[in-house]
């Protein structure tokens, strides 16, 4: 088994957590109301930057993560912004009736970080793997649900939830993320997705870490295969962009959800039910843990095991491409398109505009 | 009769035949004074060993050269070179290139094309001297030479050990993802090389690695520093800590690709004929 700790670089220098740390410190500057608190893991979540900056507005609850959601709602009411941090294992299970009745039933202006998302702490087993939170936490009510690609869009998920007023939940990876921008101006809104890469065969709709393989999927897709990929960045689950979604639904018919994350109830749950919702037929397949606990190891190499990885995204796509045929048919003395996937016909769209 | 050959005379030959031999070509194009000598001449360059097992009782890699340009064939005996170096077994072959011992090897065609040998001659010796060279040379353009021959051997090393079957080598490739690890030197891109591995295949291939961001790199600041950690003057640790490397990706798996990258460099200095495990 691997090592818990990294031999080259200090955890704490690296991108994500670091990025994480220091925006939250930009934010109390500017506000007094920003509070910080911990559940013990101040130093492994990295909300001790704030701590050394403010540490009378920084609360360690102990290893109590009950109490830190409780009193994380309190204090929202009493006027300040608590961003209360753990890991996200913690955060959604362990706490799951303070952030139901506390927080998410009250409405409150708590944002909660949850770190170490999916499996990407991988070494620590898991317990310590979050392989169900988004599933969790998507279904409270009032909450709003961010999964951060890399670092540069932790620092806007975090600007962009103290901007939100009312509960939001922000997962991040342990921190040890691959960088997918190159800065942090490229247009990040809540609530809207970002294409990363512009393609018409197949779409890819990642979050979080799977966004970079995802990007490097569309790459090997157009080098060894002349596939063009379209890769959407869906990094606000909750409220979901419909929009983009259904867009790529459109002109690429054969979607492909990957997510760091169980795919009962998660990213490709979430992007399923807009499909669902609108009617549209597609090739449709969703990559992440089928409904299993994750092995244990490194995270790039779980990444693969789990199929997410780069490699298993181009399988994915390969196979969607050599098995769901995008046809034209006519219907009521218009060309439509219609998808055949796997044997399976789907129906035609039918297209419902009035002729005038 | 000569010494046994081991299996670690056999990787080590694979490594001098397809992985060391074939930067000769590399040597000649970097250098003008020596490219120019054999501008218009079209010949077949082999160095060989003889050994038993190999179809044809040797082996060999040879240079294809048609009006100056050399095209380099690996694995594959010329029935008949104008010129040849012949060893007459594969341990004089190995100390000799490993530069552990000067045992001369039978010279075929040289006093015909004694002109075209004098010129390989002096191509061989300044990889030679390259690549057997303890410190690091002064010039600039020296350095960013033995960076390059170094970033095609090594990756190309492993790739050759992993074909061949070497145990601990092969087991990792057989058990990867498709991955590829890349080296290179800021600011210097024809230095790129990178080595893709996927479920016991390999390929070592030179440039920026083309269908996707590599799983890792290995990015060094300038040549010297490169040539610090290549030669084993200083620590990577160290060196990563003042930022004279990075390693972008996935920096834990830096560590395992370090060791090969040392294993090739053990065989191709010969070290492993003090190894006592056979």
Known sequence: ?356 | MGKRITQDDLYAARIFFNSALPLLRVVIESRRELSSAFRGKSFVFQVSALYPRAPGGKMATHFVVENGRFTVKVDAVHPSPDIELEFSDLHKFILFFSGRGMPLPRMRGVLKNAATFASLLRALLLMASLLQASDAPKKLQDQVLLVKLYFYLLPNGISQLNKAGHQKIHQWALQSPDRAYAFAVTGYPALNSYLRVKEGNSKAGRGEYPRCKPFLTLRFDSPRHALDILMSKADMIDYISKQYLTVEGAPEFAALIGEFLFTVGDYAKGLYLDWKTE
Request: with cysteine; hydrophobic share 40%.
């Open chain 1, 1 to 356: 088994m691997g090592g818990m700790n990294y031999t080259a670089v200090e955890s704490t220098k690296m991108a994500t957590a670091e990025i994480f740390g220091k925006t939250l410190v930009e934010l109390g500057e500017k506000d007094p109301r920003v509070v910080a608190l911990t559940a013990d893991l101040a130093k492994s979540t990295k909300i001790g930057d704030f701590q050394k900056r403010f540490p009378e507005r920084f609360f360690n609850m102990g290893i109590a993560e009950q109490n830190l959601f409780g009193v994380a709602a309190g204090m929202a009411k009493g006027g300040l912004i608590p961003f209360a941090s753990t890991f996200s294992v913690f955060a959604s299970m362990r706490a799951t009736d303070q952030l139901h009745t506390d927080i998410c039933y009250q409405n409150v202006n708590v944002k909660i970080i949850g770190t170490h998302g999916g499996t990407s702490f991988g070494q620590a087993g898991s317990t310590h793997h979050a392989i169900e939170d988004i599933a969790m936490v998507r279904s409270l009510v009032n909450l709003k649900v961010i999964v951060p690609a890399d670092g540069y869009e932790t620092a806007n998920a975090i600007r962009a939830a103290y901007e939100t007023e009312g509960p939001v939940y922000i997962r991040i990876n342990r921190g040890f993320d691959q960088t997918v921008y190159t800065g942090e101006h490229y247009g990040f809104q809540l609530g809207k997705g970002v294409l990363m890469t512009e393609g018409d065969d197949v779409t890819i709709i990642a979050n979080g870490s799977c966004v970079f393989q995802a990007i490097q999927a569309a790459r090997v897709l157009e080098y060894d295969y002349g596939i063009h990929a379209r890769v959407i960045n869906l990094h606000t689950i909750k409220p979901i962009d419909r929009e983009i979604i259904l867009q790529a639904v459109e002109d690429t018919r054969r979607i492909i959800t990957v997510e760091d994350h169980t795919v009962l109830g998660g990213l490709g749950t979430a992007v399923g039910e807009v499909i669902l919702d609108s009617g549209h037929a597609c090739a449709f397949r969703k990559l992440g843990l089928n409904d299993c606990f994750s092995a244990i190891g490194f995270h790039e190499d779980l990444m693969h095991i789990n199929g997410i990885d780069t490699e298993n995204i181009v399988k994915a796509a390969v196979h969607m491409m050599q098995h769901a045929q995008v046809v034209e048919m006519e219907s009521g003395g218009r060309v439509v398109k219609a998808v055949r996937f796997e044997g399976r016909d789907l129906e035609a769209e039918i297209d419902w505009t009035d002729e005038v």
